[in-house]
């Protein structure tokens, strides 16, 4: 007997990060792709990224993607700025067929924006230290004249993790990273970690102490969802709206799932499943 297999558009993407970081970019695809089913793995076992070697971050990257492939995901969203720059190309050249999108750091939206033609880049080490980030900014160097000033923000990954976005803690570290930049004359400031967009409220405090509110912030999260569309789109596996089949979304982590269900309900207000995932 035959079985019926699901069309390739119903299976899910999936999209994965150190940790909750991705869901900052999870909101933008489901805004943008609200009849696509969704897993979305947080790798908070190993987190964070930013501070291990490049060969650690492409093992996990691999094992995530491996995981995410054997549940059917149709395409792959890398929603972090550090396994991007670290591994992306690893994982496309295993898995050459697969759909995949990356999120780097906005540095051609950000000279865009500058008018002075200084942007500060906040971003993990690992990333700002990656061969695929320097040779971004090498390239939009020379085609826009704009100068990078390139600041790690070491500990505050950590940090959002921990759940508070209030925290004294967060608040010294987002003055400790961002008044060098402003000190220096940046009027952009590029979010170069997914986690980041948690804490823009935190980043505008600390320029409105500076007297700084003209200061432009760049996040690349509703890019890569309309990069994603594109990707989905030219391989004709959008999956389409059904009345009669809603969305679903399912959430993975190699740390304590009531962490990630506790993260889920405080950055999107969303409760799905979340069970942990032995990778
Ligand atoms: N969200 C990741 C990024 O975009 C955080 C990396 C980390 O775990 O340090 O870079």
């Given at each position: ?12 993407i999936g999209v994965f990060d150190?940790?909750?970081?991705g869901?900052?970019v999870l909101?933008?695809i ?8 969704l ?36 395409a792959l969203v890398v929603a ?20 995949v999108v990356g999120v ?120 890569v969802a309309?990069q994603l ?51």
């Amino acid at each position: 007997m035959n079985v019926p297999r699901p069309h390739p558009a119903d299976s899910p993407i999936g999209v994965f990060d150190s940790g909750v970081g991705g869901l900052s970019v999870l909101r933008h695809i489901r805004a943008q792709l609200p009849a696509e089913h969704l897993l979305y793995f947080a790798d908070t076992g190993h987190a964070p990224y930013g501070d291990k070697t490049e060969a650690f971050v492409v093992a996990r990257a691999l094992a995530v993607t491996a995981f995410l492939l054997d549940l059917g995901a149709k395409a792959l969203v890398v929603a972090c700025n550090t396994a991007t720059v670290a591994a992306i190309k690893a994982v496309r050249a295993r898995y050459p067929q697969l759909p995949v999108v990356g999120v780097e750091p906005g540095l051609k939206p950000a000279a865009a924006a500058s008018r002075n033609g200084k942007v500060g880049v906040l971003a993990t080490a690992r990333t700002l230290k990656g061969d695929k980030f320097l040779q971004l900014r090498e390239q939009v160097t020379a085609s826009t004249g704009a100068t990078f000033l390139l600041q790690p923000a070491v500990g505050l990954v950590d940090q959002i993790e921990l759940g508070d976005l209030q925290a004294p803690a967060i608040a010294a570290l987002l003055e400790q990273y961002v008044a060098p930049l402003l000190d220096q004359g940046a009027d952009t400031l590029v979010l170069g970690c997914t986690h980041y967009p948690f804490v823009r409220s935190g980043i505008e405090q600390v320029l409105a102490a500076h007297g700084r509110t003209d200061v432009a912030l760049i996040d690349t999260g509703d890019a890569v969802a309309r990069q994603l569309v594109r990707l989905l789109d030219t391989a004709a596996l959008l999956r389409p709206a059904s009345p009669d089949s809603a969305a679903t979304l399912h959430g993975y982590t190699t740390a304590r799932p009531a962490a990630l269900s506790a993260a889920f309900r405080a950055l999107l207000d969303l409760d799905p499943p979340v069970a942990e995932a032995d990778v």
